[in-house]
């Protein structure tokens, strides 16, 4: 399947699982986030639970920036980079910065439940949830830790 078709399925299947599960973010309003277009692209198809799927990129989305920002707070004591990225932070940012990495883990966590108990309304609400938590919470925490850790690997190329 070429990646037209592939992407014209994505679609009609989302706005049936739309329908069906009431979810009120839209497409693209996902993908904007968690890049799920290229997530099926990636895998080379689309899903017959296709929240599920979607469900499984949020959560390793929110996963992986968590694996960064602990990083942060601890370091690998053998990786130079995480050691000269986690003195840039004093213990205030860190512990804003923890608190912030304990709310991406209620979401990857919840995804996990939900993929036991196969609660389809709780899927709507998870996927919902992690699009406005993103949206109004994450990435604007996330900018000036980004913008710091930038601006100071900038100061050591010049």
Not at 36 to 65: H, K, M, P, T
Not at 78 to 98: G, P, R, T, V
Request: glycine share 2%; net charge negative.
């Amino acid at each position: 399947m070429n990646k037209k078709e592939l992407l014209k399925e994505l679609e009609e299947k989302f706005k049936k699982l739309k329908e069906e599960l009431q979810i009120e973010s839209s497409l693209d309003e996902i993908d904007d986030i968690f890049f799920i277009r290229d997530y099926i692209l990636r895998e080379g198809f689309v899903s017959e639970n296709l929240s599920r799927q979607i469900c499984s990129r949020i959560a390793d989305l929110y996963l992986a920036w968590n694996n960064y920002l602990h990083s942060l707070i601890m370091p690998n004591p053998q990786n130079i980079l995480n050691m000269s990225e986690a003195k840039l932070f004093n213990n205030d940012e860190k512990k804003e910065i923890s608190e912030l990495m304990k709310k991406a883990m209620a979401i990857s966590s919840r995804n996990s439940l939900i993929g036991l108990t196969k609660d389809t309304d709780e899927e709507a609400e998870f996927i919902d949830y992690a699009v406005e938590f993103w949206n109004e919470t994450f990435k604007e925490k996330l900018i000036p830790i980004m913008a710091k850790i930038n601006e100071e690997w900038e100061e050591k190329v010049k």
